[in-house]
């Protein structure tokens, strides 16, 4: 007798068509939101890549600040694309590879959900990973450089693995079971590597394993591989800045943790930005209650969304509620797999935890707003109610959520389209007298580095003034780095600077026994900001 397979092939279909195409429209709508133009790319995305590339790092100081000494593998591949391809298409691209989430939220979504049929549970996961990727600071990142957006394919592939073995994990074999989640673990590794913050991830996802039913010993083991997964994917792409920094000044973290590893090139501070941090323990305690309303107080720019919000109070309630009806044997249908249900909303809260303790800046809590729809399914599912009545609960939340959504905007301009004058970065640098033999100093505290790769490629870049070092810092052995730099340079020296900052640069001239001849100033047009200054130095004759 022959097996028909009656199965509806819908929803397999529906499966590949997302999951191919949500990240090319995601790229498309890249380039609705105009050119990623922000402060940290002109400060340090674009030349951290170039830097990378041609080998640069070292040949010049501090020209990109403190985030200088940032891991810059996700800038070169950004660099390669922006500098060699027309920026519409780079955006395009760049936008693409940043839709991969919405392609990882639907496999979650599909693996968790438990309502409905095959069709109804594709529809829906569907739903859920593109309002994943549409949330206020995720629009707002939308085709820049950031990258909180692109760590965040390691987070959700290593929610991905996970979720998708779940009765591996559980009760399979142990030998593959453990290897499943130290592959995951290798996924949010790498995150953690390629920018460090992502750390919050890293350890909710290992101790939501903690979470799991299972048995006691079965979940640490499960725990311990996937920290192994952890440690092995942060060496991989981490694993080189980290020695770079280690060898050159004494901290793989360098500068930050120097109260730890106190290298003589730092300040003996942890260097943590702690101009988020909640004003007070109450503030702290409910802090989406405030930033919310008030978003400056988690970034630099405005924004509205209401998911975390909406978690932050669902979470513990729904949590109360299910084991308040598990003590009353009341019968509770969720609307998602339990023990996923358990593992993804454990991680959220460790990570929640982490993050306001640790940082506090909107940004680094992107992936966590990404999956903050399946998770407020998965929350509502909790409750004891019926199963139509969460559903409806559930869409309703959701409908509110995304109907009130307004997205950041951390700085765009338009996509430039001239024949010729196409890139992501174009600068006019007059015509250098000697530029084989002269070097470039840079003053001030705006975003300047992006103009250095059009630059002849032989001249060095020095910042004498920066958020990481002054002239006249004290306690900090990197000031006798760079003053050995300018002091042994024998040729012309110019200085580089926005046009309001070049009083500050002169002084800060001064203190190196140099003189900025502010009539000799010529301006540097650029696509991405304000013109800027650059000078003519000389050293201060000694009688």
């Known amino acids: 007798m022959t097996i028909r397979h009656t199965a509806d092939p819908a929803p397999r279909r529906l499966s590949l068509a997302f999951v191919v195409l949500a990240p090319l429209l995601y790229g498309a709508l890249t380039l609705a939101f105009g050119m990623d133009a922000n402060w940290d790319l002109r400060n340090y995305h674009w030349y951290n890549g170039y830097a990378l590339l041609t080998g640069r790092i070292g040949y010049d100081l501090l020209p990109a600040q403190m985030p200088t000494f940032y891991n810059p593998l996700l800038d070169a591949p950004f660099f390669l694309l922006a500098d060699r391809l027309p920026a519409r298409a780079a955006g395009f691209v760049w936008g693409t590879l940043q839709g991969i989430n919405l392609s990882l939220l639907f496999l979650l979504a599909r693996h968790c959900l438990s309502i409905g049929t095959p069709l109804q549970r594709t529809l829906a996961a569907m739903a859920l990973a593109a309002m994943g990727g549409l949330g206020g600071g995720t629009l707002g990142l939308i085709g820049t450089t ?8 390691g987070v959700l592939g290593a929610l991905v693995a996970v ?22 673990g290798l996924m949010a ?7 460090n ?8 996802l290992c101790l939501a394993f903690l979470a799991l039913p299972a048995r006691p010993w079965r979940r640490l083991w ?15 792409a981490g694993g080189f800045w980290m020695a770079h920094l280690w060898h050159d000044y004494g901290n793989p973290v360098f500068p930050h943790m120097n109260h730890v590893f106190r290298s003589p090139y730092a300040a003996i501070s942890d260097y943590v930005n702690v101009g988020f941090f909640p004003k007070d323990r109450v503030e702290r305690l409910l802090f989406p209650v405030f930033f919310t309303f008030a978003p400056l107080k988690v970034g630099e720019v405005p924004w509205f969304d209401l998911r975390v919000l909406a978690l932050f109070v669902l979470v513990p309630a729904a949590s109360l509620a299910a084991l308040a009806a598990k003590l009353l044997r009341w019968r509770n249908e969720p609307l998602a797999d339990p023990a996923a249900t358990r593992f993804l909303l454990a991680a959220a809260a460790v990570t929640y935890a982490l993050w306001v303790v640790m940082f506090c800046i909107y940004r680094y809590l992107v992936p966590l707003e990404m999956l903050a729809p399946l998770a407020l399914v998965m929350a509502v599912g909790l409750l004891p109610l019926a199963r139509r009545a969460k559903v409806a609960l559930a869409a309703v939340l959701l409908v509110a959520v995304q109907a009130t959504v307004q997205p950041a905007d951390w700085g765009r301009v338009a996509w430039p389209t001239a024949p010729g004058a196409d890139r992501w970065v174009q600068a006019e640098i007059p015509p250098i007298e000697d530029p084989d033999h002269s070097m470039v100093l840079m003053a001030g505290y705006w975003a300047i580095a992006h103009v250095i790769p059009a630059f002849p490629p032989r001249m060095p870049f ?12 004290v306690g900090n052995g990197y000031l006798a780095i760079l003053q050995d730099r300018v002091a042994a340079h024998r040729g012309p020296f110019l200085m580089l600077s926005t046009i309001p900052d070049t009083p500050g640069a002169a002084k800060a001239a001064g203190l190196l026994g140099l003189r900025l001849d502010a009539e000799g100033c010529r301006a540097i047009p650029n696509n991405l900001g304000e013109p800027l200054n650059l000078c003519p130095v000389h050293r201060v004759a000694v009688d």
């Open 462 to 473: 020095v910042r004498i003034q920066s958020n990481f070092l002054q002239p006249d810092s």
């Open 189 to 195: 590794g790498a995150a953690m590597g390629l920018k």
């Open 146 to 153: 950031f990258h909180d957006n692109l760590v965040s394919i």
């Open 163 to 184: 979720a998708g073995a779940m009765p591996l994990l559980l009760e399979g074999r142990a030998a593959p079971a453990f290897r499943r989640v130290a592959a995951a």
């Open 222 to 236: 499960l725990s311990f591989f996937f920290g192994i997964g952890v440690l092995g994917g942060l060496a991989l």
């Open 197 to 204: 913050p992502t750390v919050i991830y890293a350890v909710g």
